[in-house]
Antibody
């Protein structure tokens, strides 16, 4: 059974760096093809893809946010970490991590975490 | 403004059929598979349709997907109150080199 859970601060100040952790079980990020992604959703708005990391450490980022994002993995801990620099109130959103079975671009996110709401405010 | 265009809302009566459209371009839907997600109120998204028209295990066959050219559609037949949710399409965009989502469609079962 695959599960994912996001953790991190619920409140960050503008200009600060956000660090979110996705802790998962039921699969390994050392298995060929497997990936974990981050997606966010501002309150009342649409989903927005942020980043992906694969078993082989291949990383992909949203072009519009690439300069602010870093995604890393700790295979031994079954964790994926997303950092986002220079946070702004417009970054207030629920942040989700999700599992991807294969590396191909068409592969869906088949399992999602419950999400964590991050508010950016001074 | 989302790269993939969906109607903001649709509504239909119980037991009827509704379709939700997702319009894109040759760099996304025209060249890549479409996946659909259902997001119930206050919940995380759930995979509903993948690779244009395939149902994950456990998803009701009242849901179906299709694609033609640069547009895709999600159809829900035999509408039930529990189908009230937001629905999102998604596809990889070769030009942007990233995953794009539609703006979401809120389904109301009258």
């Amino acid at each position: 059974q695959i599960t994912l859970k996001e953790s991190g601060p619920t409140l960050v100040k503008p200009t600060q760096t956000l660090t979110l952790t996705c802790t998962f079980s039921g699969f390994s990020l050392s298995t060929s093809g497997v990936g974990v992604g981050w997606i966010r959703q501002p309150p009342g708005k649409a989903l927005e893809w942020l980043a992906l990391i694969y078993w082989n450490d291949d990383k992909r980022y949203s072009p519009s946010l690439k300069s602010r994002l870093t995604i890393t993995k700790d295979t031994s801990k079954n964790q994926v970490v997303l950092t986002m620099t220079n946070m702004d109130p417009v970054d207030t959103a629920t942040y989700y991590c999700a599992h991807r079975l294969e590396m191909a671009t068409n592969v869906p996110f088949d399992y999602w975490g419950q999400g964590t709401l991050v508010t950016v405010s001074s | 403004q989302s790269v993939l265009t969906q109607p903001p809302s649709v509504s239909e009566a119980p037991r009827q059929r509704v379709t939700i459209s997702c319009s894109g371009s040759s760099s996304n839907i025209g060249n890549n598979a479409v996946n659909w997600y259902q997001q119930l109120p206050g919940k995380a998204p759930k995979l509903l349709i993948y690779y244009d028209d395939l149902l994950p295990s456990g998803v009701s066959d009242r849901f179906s997907g299709s694609k033609s050219g640069t547009s895709a559609s999600l159809a829900i037949s035999g509408l039930q109150s529990e189908d009230e949710a937001d629905y999102y399409c998604a596809a990889w965009d070769d030009s942007l080199n990233g995953l794009v989502f539609g703006g979401g469609t809120k389904l109301t079962v009258l």
